[in-house]
């Protein structure tokens, strides 16, 4: 699970700031702590940024716990251009992660919200109108599925080469199978004498 952090809220008038309140994470860091990280392609060139990760445990109102929070990743990005860190994220995926795979993850809720806009203008999901769950999950699998054609069609253009779904071994039939709802192949002459009565 990934959280982008927001900017702090100013505390209540008479409330103790908490230590280190206003200071920037990534200032302390020493250079060498910093990575230059591509997540992906952008429309001419590759999308990458300076990085920087280390283990932390959020603290808020810890002394309603019994014990500290758990170790969690605090991602800063810092981009070139800029004259301080601009994003910080805490991430509570595994602590062996790679650090390519940690920045791809954070970058990801880009695309997914790119998924969900073509969803809602290109293929409708937004003009659903009724009111019961079971209309809305119909409406919103085919939008999906829709989506998932085009996209599969989208990868069978080049640049982007052949198809995913051509790269797929078709699975073989397990023995006996038998779709739903197709009617028995042998069955006997007399309702009363079927070996596996329905």
Excluded at 18 to 33: F, I, M, T, V
Excluded at 156 to 163: D, E, K, Q
Aim: glycine share 8%; aromatic share 10%.
């Amino acid at each position: 699970m990934v959280w982008q952090r927001k900017a702090a809220r100013a505390p209540a008038p008479g409330r103790r700031l908490p230590a280190g309140y206003g200071q920037n994470a990534g200032a302390s860091l020493k250079e060498s702590d910093w990575r230059l990280i591509s997540w992906r392609e952008g429309s001419g060139k590759p999308l990458k940024s300076r990085f920087a990760r280390l283990r932390a445990r959020p603290a808020h109102e810890d002394f309603r716990l019994n014990e500290p929070r758990p170790e969690e990743w605090l991602v800063i990005e810092w981009p070139e251009d800029e004259d301080e860190p601009t994003k910080y994220w805490f991430s509570t995926l595994e602590a062996g992660l790679s650090f390519e795979t940690l920045v791809d993850i954070i970058k990801l809720r880009w695309r997914i919200e790119r998924d969900y806009h073509d969803l809602k203008q290109e293929l409708g999901l937004g003009h659903y109108e009724g009111r019961g769950w079971r209309g809305f999950h119909h409406h919103a699998t085919l939008c999906i599925a829709a989506y998932g054609f085009l996209i599969c069609e989208r990868e069978a253009v080049p640049p982007s080469g052949a198809s995913p779904a051509a790269r797929l071994k078709k699975p073989a039939l397990s023995e006996g199978y038998k779709p739903r709802g197709s009617p028995n192949p042998h069955p006997a002459p007399q309702a009363g004498l079927h070996r596996h009565p329905a």
